[in-house]
């Protein structure tokens, strides 16, 4: 080889080779100043058998939940069980969060995106009482504004980590659980009043009625049915079955300002039932909130559930206790004629 080949050689070698770093720079310059941050954990190192309690902040009201012997409760709700499942899914999903991608970002633009004061912030505990990992939830992230954007579930949520003042980071999940609603996280399941025996319903303005059966049949007989007057058997069963069907919409929190008076529970409507396995319930339904009765019971049952939850001010949908709370003449079978 020639020394003036050789040279040649060289030359393009070392051309091609800024060629290349030349390219290596406009990639990089291209991409994302995150990139080596995408896809990564969010919350790094967290992980579901460490943590002992999760403490959910937003502006005006603070939900804990705490990791007891006997499963997941609610500290502002007097220890009410929580929904195991749906505390563990929070923190899987929690654990599960990935960079999707991230911004920096001033105060203006926090506030803007409700991750300053005005956002939620999570926070997940040890057994120690240290914390393991935190966030804060900022506005939801929509790929396309929708018409309502306060009812889309949305795309993602913006968020930010405390320790991390000049950064906003999106991810691929709404976050929904991250709310300090206790009606979110509470275990749904009642009490049941399975196999009636008796069901007398005593309303708050006089009025009352009583059914009952001698044998677990559909032989319903309604005390003072008068002449002419027929029970609707119908709806005699719709009225005490119901009574094993009951859910919970919430619980009410013990230290709060609401009276039983406030609650509708000093004057309530009033059902007592037994049952063929020798047990009474005394039921207090008071008004209305929302869609759901304040109640309060009482029961000679040993059943776990039943123990429970009569310590509490519960919350049961209106609609699980319609054909309950239906007024005497309802339970009639309609005179011909009449509609």
Known sequence: MSARVALVLVILLAVLGGGALLYRMEERARRPDNAAALGQPLLKGLQVADIAAIRITEAKSTLTLERKEGGWVIAERAGFPADVARVREFALLAISLKVGQSEPAGEQDRARLNLDQSGTRVEFNGADGKPLAALVVGRKYFKREPDNPDRAPGDGRFVALPGEARLIYIVSDPLALASTRSAAWIDRASFQVEKVKSLEVRFADGAAWRVERAADNADWKLAGLGAG?????????????????????????????????????????????????????????????GDNYYLRFTSTSKKERDRLLSPYTLLVPKSKLEDTLKKRAELLEAKPGRK
């Open 229 to 289: 007057e027929k029970l609707d058997v119908g709806r005699a069963n719709a009225a005490t079955y119901s009574l094993g069907l009951l859910e919970l919409a919430d619980v009410a929190p013990k230290d709060v300002k609401e009276t039983d008076e406030m609650r509708g529970l000093s004057k309530p409507t009033l059902i007592n039932a037994t049952t063929f396995a020798g047990e009474s319930y005394a039921i207090r339904v008071g008004r209305l909130q």
